[in-house]
């Protein structure tokens, strides 16, 4: 029985929602509890403590008479054992009735549903007193209590909130991080599990202490756990990915979290969008850099540069660097040849710094080719084209049917209106010998 009552305390004690007990609360108030007096009570029932009578009627009579004294011991201390687990369970039953009572949100509820339920109990419990006397204490004092912990820790567990990282969110906006972790890690221990506490922290690890390493390590953990749904696994590894390649330019490691994905959720459709992006991802670190060099954005030709002498921009960067963009821009396209911005860029390379005008205006025909393209970026091609038949093939033919056709089919694009002032041009300067 005094092993009942030990468990039935430790149940609701660990098992209380919101209550900050623990474990090793309950292991040092069942210690203060249940053995120190049990302790204490053998110890003045067996002689130990001189200056203390034995209490025990029955092991001092055995003492008197030269007897055996251990069985009496034994059996005073049985009874000794259930009175005191008896009364300090009926005593734990107290301070986790008190405990839910400065917990619950709505006091006056709790207060109505005490007295509804003692109506009933305390009758009950009061019957157990007058029939057991002062030895049955505890067990009517459980009779009473038992029924509205379980009761209100039932409803505690159906409302209680999720963590509050409030704190956390208050101290990352003052720049104070250590206590910002501090904050999130003790409200994981309260809900172990809880994703976006986990996120948080992998967060700052990766954006505030800079050690991508330890939030790569968080993110694994948390996504191996048996619970954690597939949204939230796919999440926190993009989420990854995203930091390895904007904070360390890492492509290689961000492959991998997304690879993790693939290999956690075969055949999902969360497999599938990781791997389109992992056939995104630049090859090399190098890569990823050119990348990220600001774009030249061109601008239609509606001046003189359709004029200039084609020598003049070539080249802009030396041939040795223009090879090796070239040789990366090449790997990229045979990874995935529907990359637009790659193929794009070659084409570029190749017509206005590698000198190769026939091959860059193929790689653009190619951009051409490819279906549902936004029209902008169709005349933009097309002008290009027209440049490069200008400038480095000297071909006015073929760019003035080009042009026409940019007109014809683009005619709201500024593509269009520079294309119309470059016919103009061409019908004048075709003009003036006839004139002369």
């Not at 049955?136 to 509205?148: E, K």
């Not at 590698?354 to 205006?361: E, F, M, N, Q, S």
């Not at 653009?364 to 080719?369: G, H, Q, R, T, V």
Request: hydrophobic share 50%.
């Amino acid at each position: 029985m005094s092993a009942a009552f030990l468990m039935l305390g430790y149940h609701y004690w660990v098992n209380l929602p919101g209550f900050a007990g623990g474990r090793r609360a309950f292991a040092v108030w069942a210690v203060k509890g249940l053995l120190v007096p049990l302790f204490v009570w053998i110890a003045i029932n067996s002689g130990l403590v001189p200056e203390m009578p034995v209490l025990s009627s029955e092991v001092a009579t055995a003492i008197a008479q030269g007897k055996g004294w251990l069985g009496a011991l034994a059996t005073s201390s049985s009874l000794a054992l259930f009175l005191v687990s008896s009364f300090w369970a009926a005593v734990t039953f107290v301070w986790l009735t008190l405990a839910i009572a400065r917990m619950v949100p709505d006091r006056r509820e709790f207060d109505q549903h005490f007295l509804f339920c003692s109506l009933f109990l305390v009758p009950v419990a009061a019957f157990v007193f007058l029939a057991a006397g002062v030895p049955g204490w505890g067990i009517a004092m459980m009779v009473w209590l038992v029924p509205i912990v379980h009761l209100r820790s039932s409803m505690l567990a159906t409302t209680a909130s999720g963590p509050n990282y409030s704190p956390a969110v208050a101290r990352l906006k003052f720049g104070k991080y250590k206590d910002a972790e501090l904050e999130i890690i003790n409200e994981l221990e309260k809900c172990e599990d809880d994703f976006e506490g986990w996120m948080m922290l992998a967060d700052l690890y990766a954006n505030h202490f800079n050690d991508l390493p330890e939030a790569d390590r968080a993110i694994r953990e948390l996504c191996t756990q048996p619970n954690v749904p597939a949204v939230h696994i796919s999440v926190a590894f993009h989420r990854l990915a995203d930091w390895h390649l904007k904070l360390a330019a890492d492509p290689d490691n961000a492959r991998s979290a997304l690879e993790a994905i693939v290999l956690l959720l075969p055949g999902t459709h969360f497999a599938r969008m990781a791997k389109l992006r992992i056939d995104q991802l630049p090859a090399t670190r190098e890569d990823l850099l050119e990348q990220r060099k600001p774009k030249i954005f061109r601008l239609p030709a509606l001046g003189d540069a359709l004029d200039d002498d084609a020598r003049n921009e070539r080249p802009q960067v030396s041939l040795t660097e223009a090879r090796a963009q070239a040789d990366r821009l090449v790997e990229r396209l045979k990874r995935n040849p529907n990359d637009v911005e790659a193929r794009e860029s070659f084409a570029v390379l190749l017509g206005e710094q590698l000198g190769k005008t026939d091959l860059a205006i193929e790689q653009l025909n190619l951009l051409i080719a490819i279906p549902d393209q936004p029209a902008p970026k169709h005349a933009e091609w097309l002008a290009l084209v027209a440049a490069w038949q200008i400038k480095y093939r000297h071909d006015t033919v073929a760019a003035k049917a080009l042009l026409e056709g940019i007109v014809r089919e683009f005619p709201q694009t500024p593509q269009a209106l520079a294309a119309r002032r470059r016919l103009e041009l061409m019908e004048t300067e075709r003009m003036i010998p006839r004139a002369g």
